[in-house]
């Protein structure tokens, strides 16, 4: 991922330093959500040898991620950072409300995780069916 990408990130999450999200914290982020390039290009391809199926960087993939998504991921972990001290009070004629950050991190992860990428997947069914029933004649064919 480029440097630019972290800093979008950051800005999307209010997080402008590197005090309590480092680059290479956010890097770890950004990584859980890679995605199809504009060349259709999947980061990673999968193989089987052996009866094991191994997983293959794609090196025509250009780095694309959903930003979106790891934005929420960030936001959720604030969230629960905030739950545990989300307490209002009043002192020396002043308010606090820790509350309204915990709503305000809830909303932001609710709002990135709407906007984040669909997903589809490929299911493939194994082992394939041995009987095939054609339903124009109510035939049942047995495959070898």
Not at 60 to 69: G, R
Not at 129 to 143: K, P, Y
């Amino acid at each position: 991922m480029t440097a630019a990408q972290i800093a979008e990130l950051r800005r999307m999450v209010a997080e402008p330093t590197t005090t309590t999200y480092s680059d290479v914290l956010l890097q770890g982020f950004i990584a859980r959500y890679p995605l199809m390039d504009e060349l259709q290009q999947e980061p990673y391809t999968w193989t089987m040898v052996d009866g094991v199926y191994s997983q293959l960087a794609n090196t025509l993939w250009i780095p694309t991620y959903d930003l979106n998504a790891a934005a929420a991921d960030v936001w959720e972990e604030k969230l629960a950072s905030l739950s545990a001290v989300a307490i209002d009070f009043n002192a020396d004629g002043g308010n606090y409300s820790d509350s309204q950050a915990f709503e305000h991190a809830e909303k932001m992860v609710k709002r990135f995780r709407g906007r984040r990428c669909a997903k589809n997947v490929a299911v493939i069914k194994w082992p394939k069916e041995s009987i095939a029933l054609t339903t124009q004649d109510n035939h049942v064919e047995f495959l070898d």
